[in-house]
């Protein structure tokens, strides 16, 4: 089962997220699937966004993963951003590490699975929209109950010893500030300007990254930890203090009217990484008391999660990471949001373990190693033979 093939031709299919639309990715994975024998469900909406479970697999394990990309311009690009060029030792091009590359692995190891004469002890979910939020991805088969608890593994890349179980808060607030106008020249004597209104809320939050948060000795010791293995994926020093500090980044901002005008108006998106320990419900009642010409007219809060490092699901994945990879495997805490974050809300165990060079992800020359796409293969199919018990 060639897993570099899998993923190049993967890679080839253009699925930028905006727009999102999915279908021809997700017809790849149906017609792979039922090459096998394993028939799968196709639900999509008007706008092209497509998601596939497996049907009659297993109902003790999820395999998840998301087939849209972000956006990629050609520019700077060693090869062409969407040609799936196999060169190096990798798999180039845009979504290689984000996560088609954990996409194609799944697949080889369900392709080895039956090639071994075995079923397959895991249901499989690909879905359209991860990069947006998913709330017509994995949202939507939860809200359809398409999906039911269970132990799930996500195959986004993480470090090859070091899957990852937990994740940093949400906090995206959508906030609107009003002002007096008046002639520009009178500013600040006359007036209320929206703009030094937002400007002033973004110094407030900037001085809320100094806090420190406190958690219990448990999850301290994991987070330390994964500091070091962070430290050592981006080669940055004190780069693991993201995991520790709440983060912030005001993506986007519009306001004013004219040069000469005190601003009436100014909107910005800010988004906050939060912390364990930080309540994001007295961070948002905080920010709320210091703009008081402000309006939060958007949000979308989720709460930091982690999985329990002594339950089946993370025993079993870091047993077969182990035997793959060799050295010392334990699991980690990472700065980043995904598809983990639904699944726990909703009462699934969830690890995150794929192939991948982090350092490009998102970034230009993406690409991921065919070694680690053939091993994290390897892997799935130790965790698949494990839970096969279950089913038999």
Not at 119 to 141: K, M, Q, S, W
Not at 178 to 194: C, Q, R
Not at 221 to 237: A, K, N, Q, T, Y
Request: glycine fraction near 10%; charge should be negative.
């Amino acid at each position: 089962m060639d897993v570099s093939r899998i993923c190049s031709e993967l890679v080839a299919i253009r699925s930028e997220n905006p727009p999102g639309r999915t279908a021809e990715v997700i017809e790849y994975i149906r017609t792979f699937l039922d090459n096998l024998g394993i028939g799968s469900d196709i639900r999509s909406n008007d706008s092209g966004q497509c998601n596939l479970v497996t049907r009659d697999t297993g109902h003790h394990l999820l395999f998840c993963g998301h087939v849209d990309v972000v956006p990629a311009l050609a520019d700077g690009w060693k090869y062409p951003p969407f040609s799936g060029t196999l060169q190096d030792g990798c798999v180039w091009g845009r979504g290689a590490t984000d996560m088609k590359g954990g996409c194609a692995s799944l697949l080889a190891a369900c392709g080895l699975l039956i090639k071994q004469g075995k079923e397959i002890p895991a249901t499989l979910a690909f879905v359209c929209d991860e990069e947006t939020g998913g709330e017509n991805g994995i949202r939507y088969l939860l809200a359809k109950k398409m999906l039911k608890p269970m132990d799930c593994l996500i195959a986004e890349p993480s470090p090859a010893r070091h899957p990852s179980i937990g994740q940093k808060g949400l906090c995206r607030l959508g906030i609107k500030f009003k002002g007096t106008p008046a002639h520009g020249s009178l500013y600040p004597a006359v007036g209320v300007s929206a703009i030094m209104e937002a400007m002033s809320l973004l110094e407030y939050v900037k001085g809320l990254h100094d806090r420190e948060y406190p958690v219990d000795e448990r999850l301290k010791e994991i987070i330390d930890r994964s500091s070091e293995v962070l430290e050592g994926e981006f080669h940055i020093h004190d780069v693991g203090e993201v995991l520790k500090k709440l983060m912030y980044n005001p993506g986007v901002i519009c306001g004013g009217e004219k040069s000469n005008v005190v601003a009436q108006h100014c909107e910005f998106d800010l988004e906050l990484r939060v912390p364990w320990g930080c309540s994001i419900a007295a961070l948002v009642t905080a920010i709320k008391s210091h703009a008081p010409h402000g309006d939060i007219i958007s949000q979308e809060i989720n709460e930091p999660s982690i999985t329990d490092p002594s339950c089946r699901l993370v025993k079993v994945t870091c047993n077969e990471i182990e035997r793959v990879q060799g050295g010392k495997v334990f699991p980690i805490v990472q700065w980043a949001a995904s598809d983990a974050r639904h699944l726990r809300l909703c009462g699934f165990n969830v690890i995150e373990y794929g192939p991948g060079e982090i350092s490009t992800l998102h970034a230009v020359n993406e690409r991921v190693t065919i070694d680690s796409l053939n091993k994290a293969s390897f892997v799935y199919l130790g965790i698949m033979t494990a839970y096969s018990k279950d089913n038999s």
